[in-house]
């Protein structure tokens, strides 16, 4: 126990000694070598054997010449056998403990991240194997670990020219074919068929589809590299959550849905409400995307102990079991979804969840959910009139605010619908 | 009769250029155009416009570099402009600020009609300069 602690207070010359290849080293090591192999097998399971081989026969020899020769040889051979073993023992022991301390120390350096090490082999022994098996996993991990790094780096550099190249390259043309659009559309260029404007309003529509898509791939990356900024002021937050249901109001309208609004007083809160709009547009978008025909889509707002809560619930389609822990991943879109519209960025929810919890607040998810029993059972035999089993959507923010956050960037998807 | 007022506009992509400029024509408002940041600013000072719409980046001059040098003219001091840009970051907006410049335009968010009531807006808060 004694050497063991010696051993680790001597820590550091150790690792000074294994830096300097000094020729004593080298000849300590092949001395060692040679006397393992000169005295006894290459195993340590062999070593431990005839050590205790030389216990036997010391106390058979002592056996035999307490039997028959004279106290006073008795004495000397004893002596000399005793401490013959116990310098064997000692010296195998200690050979044995220090080798797999060095080992422990060496590993412990490894793992406290200098992977640059190499653990030195000696002999053919297990130690050695193991020794072995471990310097051919951290050859593994060093690859791993550079191409980790190297490649995390490339992602970073992507992303930014990524953010250059979209703020200005994609968006100018972007921009012109709106603007474009727009003076034929107003008549500038002359008058227009039916036919002509019902076109180009197709070209139009599909336009901003790509500019909302380049905002949001904007705002993914923003996220990503940690530059958006939250700046809270004080704000209506039922105000906000009304305005963002009313810009869907025509598409509901369109599918017949039910939209239910339920705001109980809430005190002014200090949110961003850039950034507020983004995320409740993204989830009552959502739900009037996937709730059928004759669908209900519930908007609540209230207070409940220190914090705003915020649910979007709908009874469309529901998120698929098996697919609900990924459904806040990056350009994820579940597979039912993918079924019934073809237009969505897969971008949304990951913003939404980014934007909340950065701003200290909690976003989650129910489905099925429950808040359509009632109407379930009074529909009787057809059942959930939007089609399924139902999202349920909630975010729960601080009375006390939103974190402020200081970033050079704003987030802009959603922001001027 | 009030007279015609003069819009400058300064951008370097070609097309918007076209777009705009066809644009604010229609709207009967007398159109100066220049491709980028030194040309504007020559064409500010000849042709005091009451009204500049600059891009933020262009060749040669950029638009920030532009107004800040506009504002060390005598005329260009109290000169007024609206941006039109791409890019939304706070860090140019707030500079944009510093250099008397409040009205900073998204190009892709605002559609053409709205960038014309803006422009008229504007310009109808302008006093009429006495010639």
Redesign the interface.
Known sequence: MRRFSDQIMTKPDQKDNNHSTSTSREKKIARKQFSRRYFFGTKLSDKILLIVIFFATAILAFLYFFVTVNPQEFLIFSYISYSLSFAAAYFFGRHFSRQVTNLTLKIEEIAAGNLNKKLIVRGQDEISQLTNALNDLITRLQTNIALDVSLNREIDQAKTDFVALA??QL??P???V???V??LL?G?AGPLTDEQKKFLSQVYFSNERL?EL??ALLDVSRIDLGTF?I?PEPVDLIKLADEAAGLFATEMEKKSIRLEKYFSPLPIINLDSRLMKIVLQNLISNATKYTGEKGIIRVIVKPVEDKAMIIVADNGCGIPKEQQPMIFTKLFRADNVKAIESIGTGLGLYIAKAVIEQSGGKIWFESPNLHFFVEKQRAGKNPAAGGGSGTTFYITIPLRGMIKKI????L?SF??K | MPQTRKLLIVED?A??LT??S??FK?ENLSVFTAVNGEEGFNAALREKPDLILLDL?MPKMDGMSMMKKLREDKWGHDAKAIFLT??????LVAEAAKVGVYDFL????????DVVRVVQEKLAGIPEEEE
């Open positions: 703020s200005h968006r100018t972007l921009a012109i709106k603007w474009y727009d003076f107003n500038d500019i380049v905002n900024s700046e970033g050079p960037k704003k802009t922001s001027q | 992509e097309a918007m777009a705009l066809e644009k229609k980046v791409n890019m939304n970051d706070a860090s998204v190009k892709t968010d605002w559609r053409l009609e």
